[in-house]
């Protein structure tokens, strides 16, 4: 069965620290996608990134940046100089291509992260 | 900004009232779907719409009622609701419906609370 594991339930830090949010996953599939979703207090569920299981560099995106290891079946989060707009839930999400269920997205219980001025 | 759009953004209604939220996604997307989220959860999947036609049902109780009028549009409409029906409704969209992977694209929610 498919499973997202986003084991920070909660994360404060000061502005201008670096942070690493967590996401280890759970597959029986040979291809499937991961992805990264910001949610702010207002709400919406802001894509920052997808990538599939064949493509194991990691990427940057100004401050943002992801580390996918495949051998650890992690796909870690870094943002560089945090700053208090970063402030919100973070969720990690698996899509498989031959789903065990319905469901095509399934999603980690999220990362609150806090920046502090 | 996002491109899916949901209207209204909060609303409150009691347990007799009918209302419906609204969808719109200009993307040329042809899945679009609702999710409902609890404070402190993640999004729960409550319906998939694909081609217009509503391809998964995630045994939402039939107080909700969804409708997908155009490839454009996706609609809640609500009656009888229960106070623990109040959540995030968050509509979303994607390329279509082949769980392969597609992004998909959430708006920015309509907070539902029932009174």
């Known amino acids: 069965a498919q499973k997202v594991t986003q084991a920070q339930t909660e994360i404060s830090v000061v502005e201008k620290e670096d942070v690493t949010l967590d996401c280890v996953y759970e597959t029986r599939d040979t291809t499937y996608y991961l992805f990264w979703y910001k949610q702010p207090p207002s709400g919406e569920l802001v894509f920052l990134i997808r990538r599939n299981s064949f493509d194991e560099q990691n990427e940057i995106s100004g401050r943002y940046s992801w580390n996918f290891q495949k051998s650890t079946s992690s796909f870690n989060f870094t943002i560089t100089a945090s700053q208090v707009v970063d402030s919100a839930v973070y969720f990690c999400?698996?899509?498989?291509?031959?789903?065990?269920?319905?469901?095509?997205?399934?999603f980690g219980k999220g990362t609150r992260l806090s920046v502090i001025a | 900004d996002t491109e899916v759009t949901q209207t209204p953004k909060h609303l409150v209604m009691g347990m007799t009232n009918k209302k419906s939220l609204k969808c719109e996604q200009h993307m040329g997307h042809r899945a679009m779907y609702w999710y409902k989220q609890k404070a402190k959860k993640p999004p729960e999947l409550m319906f998939v719409y694909s081609y217009e036609k509503l391809s998964i049902n995630e045994s939402v109780p039939s107080r909700f009622s969804p409708e997908c009028p155009n490839s454009s549009l996706l609609n809640l409409h609500l009656h009888a609701l229960q106070p623990e029906d109040s959540a995030l409704y968050l509509c979303?969209?994607?390329?279509?419906?082949?769980?392969?992977?597609?992004?998909?694209?959430f708006g920015e929610g309509s907070w539902l609370t029932v009174v």
């Open positions: 999400a698996l899509s498989e291509t031959i789903p065990s269920g319905n469901t095509p997205l399934v």
């Open positions: 979303a969209s994607s390329q279509d419906n082949s769980l392969s992977g597609n992004t998909i694209y």
